[in-house]
């Protein structure tokens, strides 16, 4: 097949879901099809970011978005009561040269990745699907619960236009999928089974349990990593020091915390202190901080999706304790493949029954590798996509 794969982000470096999600689907599907890729983004793409995704794409397109005029379609989406982020990542020269760049390679099927890439592809006239990735409005839910005052009322009025986008789906594109069977259930639709489900998986390879140390590396007890300027991160990391180590501290004073991850907001790192919480930012290899820690925590309370966190952490070998709302799309089993907490208190008295109990530690760990191992590969997971776009081609011919 020729495939036109249609993001709102450059898939490169590997910092942000999304982009983890598409560079994988794209390097897998690539073995076996043509792949053309467009992509909108607010960054520069260096020659080296480009570099990394050439040997899979027989063409790439990149259309740089002009920040301003981002800000203004979003006040234009408000007042026509349409979704904020899809008026910020869609403008009119990259809806034009995505259809210049479809209509001249002409391909066999569109993907496109998030209803944030939906104008771009709506009218255009080959096979389409779309991937939600997760379920942006249940995330935009979550975070509207936990917020106050203007904020909240923004995110309500978000939650809202993306509801109505995502039923808009159905009716444009052949078929859609989505990494959850729990995000699939938080989409509006009209019957079951219209949502193909496509899962992540997780490089075995690159996360593994033995990763080569150089020198002597700082040890820490607990580690969270992910893109610390996404708000449910954020939150998370918060949560984590604030309220649960707290509760950490009063039966194990000594306990440390790394936060590690690229773009740490003031509200992460101010978190820092001298002796117990470390914030180094982006690290050049984040396995280096997976393999410095004896424990990893997700205290996630919003968001959605598959937290890739979680299959890398399970990956390497570390324990891992989280939430339910983490769990949901993962689907470990509590007290075999990993810990849960939805209180402050029980994810406090968790980490500590890890941190006194090596036996309780190594069980955990090595169940939840092999969780991972069975359930969450980049081939049988891109294998489900591949099926996908494939009945969409054969049913339009």
């Not at 707290?246 to 790192?269: C, E, H, I, S």
């Not at 004896?294 to 979680?310: D, E, T, W, Y």
């Amino acid at each position: 097949m020729k495939i036109l794969v249609v993001l709102p982000r450059f898939p490169y470096p590997l910092d942000k879901g999304d982009k983890l999600r598409a560079y994988h689907q794209v390097v897998e599907l690539s073995k076996r099809h043509e792949i053309y890729l467009f992509c909108v983004s607010h960054d520069s793409v260096s020659n080296d970011q480009r570099a990394a995704l050439a040997p899979y794409c027989r063409e790439i397109c990149v259309v740089r978005l002009n920040r301003l005029l981002c800000y203004i379609n979003i006040l234009r989406n408000w007042f026509a009561a349409k979704s904020l982020q899809m008026g910020y990542w869609n403008t009119s020269r990259s809806k034009r040269l995505c259809r210049s760049f479809a209509n001249r390679i002409q391909p066999d099927v569109v993907y496109n990745q998030m209803v944030r890439t939906m104008p771009l592809v709506a009218r255009l006239p080959f096979p389409k699907v779309m991937d939600f990735q997760d379920a942006l409005s249940l995330n935009t839910e979550r975070r509207m619960d936990q917020s106050r005052g203007l904020w909240h009322y923004i995110l309500h009025f978000e939650f809202k236009m993306l509801r109505s986008s995502e039923y808009n789906a159905f009716s444009i594109f052949d078929a859609l999928t989505i990494i959850s069977e729990t995000d699939s259930e938080a989409i509006p639709h009209k019957k079951n089974g219209e949502i193909q489900i496509v899962p992540n998986g997780v490089d075995l390879d690159y996360f593994n349990p033995l990763i080569p140390q150089h020198g002597d590396p700082v040890t820490y007890d607990i580690v969270f990593c992910g893109n610390m300027s996404y708000a449910p991160n954020i939150d998370a990391a918060r949560y984590l020091v604030e309220q649960v180590m707290p509760l950490v501290w009063q039966k194990l004073p000594a306990t440390t915390v790394l936060l590690a991850g690229t773009d740490p907001k003031r509200k992460v790192r101010s978190l820092a202190d001298d002796r117990r919480i470390h914030v180094p930012g982006r690290l050049p290899d984040i396995r280096t901080a997976y393999s410095s820690s004896h424990l990893f925590v997700a205290p996630m309370r919003i968001g959605s999706g598959l937290q890739n966190k979680l299959l890398e952490a399970m990956a390497i070998g570390l324990p891992c304790v989280t939430t339910s709302i983490a769990n949901a799309a993962l689907g470990a089993v509590h007290g075999q493949q990993l810990l849960l907490g939805d209180t402050a208190q029980d994810l406090a008295d968790s980490i500590v029954t890890l941190l006194t109990d090596d036996a309780l530690c190594h069980r955990i760990a090595d169940q939840g590798h092999s969780f991972v191992t069975d359930h969450y590969n980049w081939d049988s997971a891109v294998q489900r996509l591949e099926n996908v776009l494939a009945q969409v081609c054969k049913s339009r011919t």
